[in-house]
């Protein structure tokens, strides 16, 4: 049932939020992220072969453990928009938005009447009849955030029209997307990368808009922080696990005989 959404809140109220990214369509692993202590996951249904049945259950899982669920959606879909929400999402990730129509279909998608246009329906996110349903509509307004990535060298440049119509909750950049609309691809630590996401970050803070980075290194991690970023994300649950499991078997290879 829709609840209130803590990192929106959390946001307004000037305090620190970190997340991760989750490509695995596994309950359990969605339960870990929060019980580890991160404020967010972002559900990946762009990259990931995740079928909306899975996908409902990741968000119960995230439910399970007051670990706020977003879900990033295949580029320019409005159906996998109304699929998340309805299965209880508390936001969408929309990647690749290039240009204010891009927002526009998705705030159309993402919202109800009077700022959008998502089609009605009951169901669990409204408990199955315990929300009376225009009051839910009206909460699930203020809840659900729009999260738009920029990951385009043409997104950067259009950002002053994006925001400038306003409707974004929070914009995410995609330094690895956007390496490669520069021609560079994963060179994200490339001058070109690193002063786009400058521009991103300042004209969020120009239009009040959060910005929501992806440290790949405590030292950028401390950076964004010392510009007044309050939203993380730290990386990819695949990435940190497979990670893990090399150093894992390379302490045990290293071991000294015994």
């Known amino acids: ?9 959390r946001l307004a109220a000037g305090e620190e939020v970190h997340g991760l990214f989750c490509s695995i369509p596994s309950p359990p692993l969605v339960e870990m992220i929060g019980c ?51 299965a209880g999402a508390m936001g969408v990730v929309v990647p690749h938005v290039r240009r204010r129509a891009d927002v526009d279909a998705a705030i ?20 199955f009849g315990r929300l009376e349903l225009t009051e839910y509509v009206r909460r699930a307004n ?29 914009i995410l950049e995609g330094a690895a997307d956007l390496s490669q609309s520069y021609g560079i691809p ?10 786009a996401l400058r521009r991103v970050h300042a004209e969020c803070a120009a239009h ?4 929501c980075a992806i440290p790949r290194t405590p030292e950028d991690h401390a950076g964004w922080r010392a510009a007044g970023v309050r939203s993380f994300v730290l990386g990819e649950e695949r990435g940190l696990a497979a990670r893990a499991l090399r150093d894992h078997l390379e302490r045990h290879r290293e071991a000294p005989d015994g």
């Open 1 to 9: 049932m829709l609840r209130p959404n803590t990192v929106k809140a």
């Open 36 to 86: 580890a202590g991160y404020d967010f996951a972002v559900l990946d249904s762009e990259h990931a072969l995740v079928d909306p049945q899975q996908l409902e259950n990741l968000i119960r899982a995230a439910e399970a453990v007051d670990l706020v669920p977003f879900v990033r959606v295949p580029e320019a879909d409005p159906g996998a928009i109304l699929r998340a929400l309805d």
């Open 108 to 127: 159309r998608a993402a919202r109800y009447a009077p700022e959008g246009m998502r089609s009605l329906n009951g169901g669990r996110v409204p408990g």
């Open 208 to 211: 009040d808009v959060p910005f």
């Open 186 to 195: 994963w060179q994200t630590r490339d001058p070109r990368v690193r002063e």
């Open 142 to 170: 203020e809840e659900t955030m729009l999260i738009a990535m920029i990951e385009d060298a043409e997104g950067v440049e259009d950002l002053p029209a994006i925001l400038g119509g306003g409707g974004i909750d929070m």
